[in-house]
């Protein structure tokens, strides 16, 4: 009990300090982030004016909650759906913003003398906006329903998601201490199979399940589940080699396709109020005034890259994704500013000790002042580009108009391939990676149990046909042409050329490689001198499969859940709330 006072002070100095700074911030009308940051400056062990936090051990753990909180309620606000629906633009801007500024803030590093993973670091930091100033600058100025505004809804949304692969791949570099090629291939694929599988089955078990308890989740219930469920999700993606914040999003994407997922997000947002207050008061304790005048410089370079480069490098992408030029120059000034996610990329580096302390004070310095000039950027954008629209050629007159609405118009028979390959490809791929992870979870359980029971080769033998048997209906899957693929098929054989054609055999073909590659990975390793037979075997059992009137019912109820799970919440939100 000794050290509870301690952690009372602490607390009791953190929140009233916050509360009197962020008051002071509303009236002046300024982001209640910044309010968070200057109470902690205050109450920071750099500064005297008022009494200081004493346990700052305490502290960081509960920011590192705070990140937890943060992501989990970003993840109640993604939707798979809505990340479809934003089209190409959104896409094609963000990476193009992301790439130019990631390079311009590793070259930025790079000449300042800093380390090359320090460079990197930059550059991640660098290329993410604040999602949290942006939505209170276009709350205040009514901006929401504008063109530029959903296209910079939509390009946070694909940042924010960037950002948690980022934080990945960037702790993987961090733990060589070296940028290598194929290290980094490796972590792209081992992140992208454990976010698919998580995602799948999450959304296959949890909806269903909230849908038979529903009539005893009150909100007291509601809650502890959802939190209980997230630290879940956070601990298991610590155990595989993940961050914290990747666990708390996808389970967070995972609960927002159930019916519940509003009244979670309402339940969730004190906790996530008073950590994330928590967590940006951390940030600014960590600001050393010292630092700040001994790279006054590099502030003020950065400070700089962002203000100039961001709004130019938007521009570019959304132009290059066919939007108009108005829309491309409201936009570029909406994201010239970087935010929460600098924050917490800089305190993982500073956490795996590959960056220097001092990237901290520098990269909230950079913060605060982008985060004063957003909201002048964005009320002068119009204005921008009033002028910007009179010294422009006539022959330019498609930069301005844009071409978006054009390329939408054109249909040909690409439409068929995208169509054929969205009703393909994404099954495909996701019935091969629960295949890939029943193999794996059979190696690592399965093949002990049996083994110990029956020994030699009967057990091995025990081993493979029940590992294959398990992963059949997934086998089925992937050979499966479904009856709206069939269609499809027809309408290219009819109006495509003998080139096209042979893509359609090739890709029959795929298929089956796939589901043979699959029994191999299985079998080969357990009898590796009879190959050939091995082969032979696989194709016999691929054929006995894809005949098998059992599995194409077992298939289409696993879609049917899996898509009813999906679409929950769609069908609630059209119907309206329950509570």
Not at 178 to 193: A, C, G, H, N
Not at 384 to 392: A, L
Not at 539 to 563: A, D, H, T
């Amino acid at each position: 009990m000794t050290h509870l006072p301690i952690l009372v002070h602490d607390l009791v100095l953190i929140l009233i300090t916050a509360g009197v700074v962020v008051i002071l911030f509303k009236w002046l009308k300024q982001p209640v982030v910044l309010g968070y940051i200057v109470a902690g400056f205050l109450v920071g062990p750099h500064m005297n004016l008022l009494p200081n936090v004493i346990d700052n051990a305490s502290i960081d753990t509960w920011s590192e909650i705070g990140i937890i909180f943060l992501l989990f309620s970003l993840g109640l606000e993604f939707r798979y759906k809505k990340l479809l629906e934003v089209g190409t633009s959104a896409f094609i801007a963000t990476i193009v913003n992301m790439a130019l500024m990631i390079s311009i803030g590793y070259l930025a590093g790079y000449l300042l003398g800093w380390t090359g993973i320090e460079s990197l670091f930059l550059g991640g930091m660098l290329s993410m906006a604040s999602t949290t100033i942006i939505i209170k600058a276009f709350a205040d100025m009514n901006k929401q329903t504008q063109r530029f505004a959903n296209i910079v809804f939509a390009i946070l949304i694909i940042e924010d998601i960037a950002a948690i692969l980022m934080m990945v791949l960037f702790s993987t570099i961090a733990a060589s201490r070296t940028i290598e090629e194929m290290q980094f291939v490796e972590s792209v694929l081992y992140l992208i199979f454990f976010i698919v599988i998580w995602f799948v089955v999450g959304i296959y078990i949890i909806p269903t399940v909230f849908k038979r308890i529903k009539k005893y989740l009150n909100d007291e219930t509601l809650i502890i589940v959802s939190v209980g469920l997230c630290l879940g999700m956070v601990s298991i993606a610590h155990t595989v080699g993940f961050s914290a914040a990747l666990g708390a999003f996808i389970m967070g994407s995972i609960l927002a396709e159930t019916s519940e997922a509003k009244r979670i997000e309402h339940l969730l947002r004190p906790l996530k109020n008073l950590f994330g207050a928590v967590f940006f008061v951390s940030v600014g304790m960590m600001i050393v005034p010292s630092l700040i005048l001994a790279h006054i410089m590099p502030i003020l370079i950065l400070t700089a890259l962002v203000l100039v480069f961001r709004p130019v490098f938007v521009l570019i992408g959304v132009l290059a994704s066919g939007e108009s030029l108005k829309v491309a120059i409201q936009a570029g000034f909406s994201l010239a500013q970087i935010g929460e996610f600098s924050f917490i990329i800089a305190t993982m580096g500073i956490q795996l000790g590959v960056i220097g302390e001092f990237m901290y004070p520098v990269i909230v310095a950079v913060s605060v002042i982008t985060t004063f000039t957003t909201p002048y950027g964005i009320k002068y954008s119009e204005t921008i580009y009033n002028k910007t629209v009179k010294i422009i050629p006539k022959k330019w007159n498609r930069l301005i108009t844009g071409r978006a609405e054009n390329r939408n118009k054109k249909i040909n028979i690409s439409n068929d391939w995208g169509r054929l390959a969205k009703i393909l490809f994404v099954p495909i791929f996701i019935y091969f990676m629960l295949a890939i992870a029943i193999i794996l979870l059979s190696r690592m359980f399965l093949l002990p149990l049996i083994t110990n029971q029956i020994p030699s080769t009967g057990g091995v033998i025990a081993f493979a046909v029940i590992t294959v048997l398990l992963m059949s209906p997934f086998l089925y899957g992937i050979i499966r042409i479904r009856y709206s693929a069939r269609f499809l098929y027809i309408r290219i054989l009819k109006r495509s050329n003998h080139f096209s054609r042979l893509a359609l055999l090739l890709l029959s073909l795929l298929r089956t490689v796939l589901c043979i590659a699959l029994m191999l990975y299985v079998l080969i390793p357990l009898f590796p001198h009879v190959k050939v037979i091995l082969i032979i075997i696989s194709i016999i059992v691929l054929i006995l499969i894809g005949i098998n009137p059992r599995y194409e019912l077992e298939v289409k109820k696993l879609e049917s859940q899996f898509l009813g799970n999906l679409n929950n919440n769609d069908d609630f939100d059209e119907h309206g709330s329950e509570h």
